[in-house]
């Protein structure tokens, strides 16, 4: 049972490239959040997804764009990387909605130069 | 203002100490607390949830939860060395779902 997976686990980006950071898990979870992590501003919202065919905004949208493709799968992209997009990112999966235990996958850690 | 507010340390206390730790949140209509600890270069994992007024008790870790003052707190007694580490708050707001974390509270526990 492999949980929340995530891909790639670290990144170099040039400025202006874009990529698709990949999350699956296989826990039959409902919801699915992207997070990033600064120092000193603990985990910030990016987007999320209530359940399958929903997707939100969270607290720091801008510069994203997210795909639920299936209950599984939730991506996140960055379509013109800019250096303030330096940074960790995690996806976090729970399995009932607005409650219950978020289960988070490894991280990818992002440079963009 | 941020939803989810924790002073962010670091907080340091000595072996065998109880250690409380504190957050407060703006969403009045908030129903689902959590404590979440976090390891440098780990991710994070759930320590307590709660979601009613009150204490809860789960071995050496309380949650405490007053809805009417928006203030959720974590004390974890008998404080070990290996309880250093970033305690991070969570709250799910009622309605949108959305899970948001404070920036959490750096954690020393000096042998």
């Known amino acids: 049972n492999a949980g929340v997976t995530q891909t790639p686990k670290f990144q170099v980006l040039k400025t202006g490239q874009s990529m698709t950071l990949q999350c699956a898990q296989d826990?039959?979870?409902?919801?699915m959040y992207w997070y990033r992590q600064d120092p000193g501003m603990g985990l910030r919202l990016i987007y999320y997804?209530?359940?399958?065919?929903?997707?939100d905004k969270g607290e720091v949208p801008n510069g994203y764009n997210v795909s639920r493709l299936n209950k599984r799968e939730f991506s996140l992209r960055l379509e013109s990387a800019a250096p303030s997009q330096t940074s960790v990112y995690f996806c976090a999966s729970s399995n009932r909605v607005g409650e219950g235990e978020a289960f988070f996958g490894q991280g990818t850690r992002l440079t963009v130069v | 203002q941020k939803e989810v507010e924790q002073n962010s340390g670091p907080l340091s206390v000595p072996e065998g100490a109880i250690a409380s730790l504190n957050c407060t949140y703006s969403d009045r209509v908030s129903q689902s607390f959590f404590w979440y600890r976090q390891y440098s270069g780990k991710s994070p994992e759930l320590i307590m949830s709660?979601?009613?007024?009150g204490d809860k008790e789960d071995g050496r870790f309380t949650a405490q939860l007053n809805k009417a003052s928006q203030y959720v707190s974590l004390l974890i007694r008998d404080s070990q060395p290996s309880d250093s580490a970033t305690y991070l708050c969570?709250?799910?707001?009622?309605?949108?779902?959305?899970?948001?974390f404070g920036t959490g509270t750096r954690l020393k526990v000096l042998a």
């Open positions: 826990m039959n979870h409902n919801s």
């Open positions: 969570a709250v799910v707001t009622s309605g949108t779902y959305k899970y948001i």
């Open positions: 997804s209530a359940s399958e065919g929903t997707t």
């Open positions: 709660i979601y009613s007024n």
